[in-house]
């Protein structure tokens, strides 16, 4: 696929994982712990932390940026992310359902099941993503139109910010602290244990969605085409849901609810390329969602003891970007006219 792009492009490519290499030998080197490979700690500090935030920045990157390429794709819509359908929503209520509702299931069991307690953040959020995965699939067959589930995604985001609100007034200060330092996002949480998971479940997620690149373009000329052509537009629509769910689940239920990656990828991704082939875009997407993330970690890792947090790195970065590209992108369409 990419061996056969034009030169510039082959370049651009190649420039691309060069910087990915680059950034992630300088966040494995970088720390409060000085590196020395003859040093056991050193070793030790690779294995259990730097190492897994690496890997855990790059495929967090490349999901959230492959699920806010679908979901512009499926919506036609230059502001869609990979939350747009309130899968983030979701996910986060079942984070507060385990952080600040902890308190209203039976301490026995979870002192009975260590695990529940390690992972049950995860699980949680897990469990919560796949709720609204489940009930916006069961409605898609029902309901005919792009915007109408639009609607819906954002209906479930205001039903779950309800009740994370009642959730936070009847929390202690402990819970409320716990639950707002999730919700800042981090690629730190994914231990050297939890890693096979993660790639395992990232990596499929990824490869289905380079399978999609023919059904993506054929897309782009609008629903009458795409059914002209053979194409079914319920299994496109059930897998372009599916994956975006997966891909953004799996981060956010380990991660934290990951800002902006999604919605501003794809537009730096058609902007360098200048193309909307996906069979460009999407592995595009993917490098430059893991070095944006990687680069936000690096930004994160130069104030240590302390990190700073990973949305607030992310929201200063990519606003200004996204503003300034879509008020370039209204006067081109402005110039066009």
């Given at each position: 696929?990419i061996?056969?792009?034009?030169?510039?492009k082959?370049l651009l490519?190649?420039?691309?994982?060069?910087?990915l290499?680059?950034l992630s030998?300088f966040?494995?080197?970088k720390?409060?712990i000085?590196?020395?490979l003859d040093d056991?700690?050193?070793?030790?500090?690779l294995k259990?932390?730097r190492?897994?935030?690496?890997?855990?920045?790059i495929?967090?990157g490349?999901?959230?940026a492959t699920?806010?390429?679908?979901m512009q794709t499926?919506?036609?819509n230059p502001l869609?992310?990979?939350?747009?359908l309130?899968?983030?929503?979701g996910?986060?209520l079942g984070?507060a359902?385990?952080?600040?509702g902890?308190?209203?299931?039976p301490?026995s069991?979870i002192?009975?099941?260590?695990?529940?307690?390690?992972?049950?953040?995860?699980?949680s959020?897990?469990?919560?993503c796949l709720?609204?995965?489940?009930?916006?699939?069961?409605?898609?067959?029902?309901?005919?139109?792009?915007?109408i589930?639009?609607?819906?995604?954002?209906?479930f985001?205001?039903i779950s910010?309800?009740l994370i609100?009642?959730?936070s007034?009847l929390?202690?200060?402990?819970?409320?602290?716990?639950f707002?330092?999730?919700?800042?996002g981090?690629?730190q949480r994914v231990s050297?244990?939890d890693?096979?998971?993660f790639?395992?479940?990232?990596m499929?997620?990824l490869t289905l969605?380079?399978?999609?690149?023919?059904?993506?373009n054929?897309l782009?000329?609008?629903?009458?085409?795409?059914?002209?052509?053979?194409?079914?537009?319920k299994?496109?629509?059930t897998?372009?849901i599916f994956?975006?769910?997966?891909?953004?689940g799996l981060?956010?239920?380990?991660?934290?609810?990951?800002?902006?990656?999604?919605v501003l990828v794809p537009?730096?991704?058609r902007?360098?390329?200048q193309?909307?082939?996906h069979k460009i875009l999407?592995?595009a997407?993917?490098?430059?969602?893991a070095?944006?993330?990687?680069?936000?970690?690096?930004?994160s890792?130069?104030?240590?003891?302390?990190?700073?947090?990973?949305?607030?790195i992310l929201?200063?970065?990519?606003?200004?970007?996204?503003i300034?590209f879509l008020l370039?992108?209204?006067?081109q369409?402005e110039?066009?006219?």
């Amino acid at each position: 696929m990419i061996k056969d792009l034009p030169k510039n492009k082959f370049l651009l490519f190649l420039t691309m994982i060069l910087s990915l290499i680059t950034l992630s030998i300088f966040v494995l080197i970088k720390g409060p712990i000085p590196f020395n490979l003859d040093d056991p700690l050193t070793i030790d500090v690779l294995k259990e932390i730097r190492i897994p935030k690496v890997l855990t920045a790059i495929l967090a990157g490349a999901s959230l940026a492959t699920s806010g390429l679908l979901m512009q794709t499926f919506f036609q819509n230059p502001l869609a992310g990979p939350f747009v359908l309130g899968i983030q929503s979701g996910s986060s209520l079942g984070v507060a359902f385990w952080v600040l509702g902890l308190k209203w299931l039976p301490w026995s069991i979870i002192e009975r099941y260590p695990i529940l307690e390690r992972l049950g953040l995860t699980f949680s959020s897990m469990i919560g993503c796949l709720s609204i995965l489940f009930l916006l699939m069961f409605l898609s067959f029902r309901i005919s139109g792009k915007l109408i589930l639009l609607i819906l995604g954002l209906v479930f985001s205001y039903i779950s910010s309800g009740l994370i609100n009642i959730m936070s007034l009847l929390s202690k200060a402990n819970e409320l602290k716990s639950f707002f330092l999730w919700s800042q996002g981090s690629f730190q949480r994914v231990s050297f244990d939890d890693l096979s998971i993660f790639i395992s479940i990232s990596m499929v997620g990824l490869t289905l969605s380079l399978l999609l690149s023919k059904p993506l373009n054929i897309l782009l000329l609008g629903d009458r085409y795409a059914q002209s052509s053979g194409l079914s537009i319920k299994k496109i629509k059930t897998g372009l849901i599916f994956l975006t769910a997966i891909l953004s689940g799996l981060v956010t239920s380990f991660c934290g609810p990951v800002a902006f990656l999604g919605v501003l990828v794809p537009h730096l991704a058609r902007k360098i390329f200048q193309t909307g082939d996906h069979k460009i875009l999407l592995p595009a997407v993917m490098i430059l969602g893991a070095i944006i993330a990687l680069f936000s970690e690096a930004l994160s890792s130069l104030t240590d003891p302390i990190a700073l947090p990973l949305n607030a790195i992310l929201g200063i970065m990519g606003f200004p970007v996204l503003i300034v590209f879509l008020l370039r992108n209204k006067k081109q369409q402005e110039e066009d006219l």
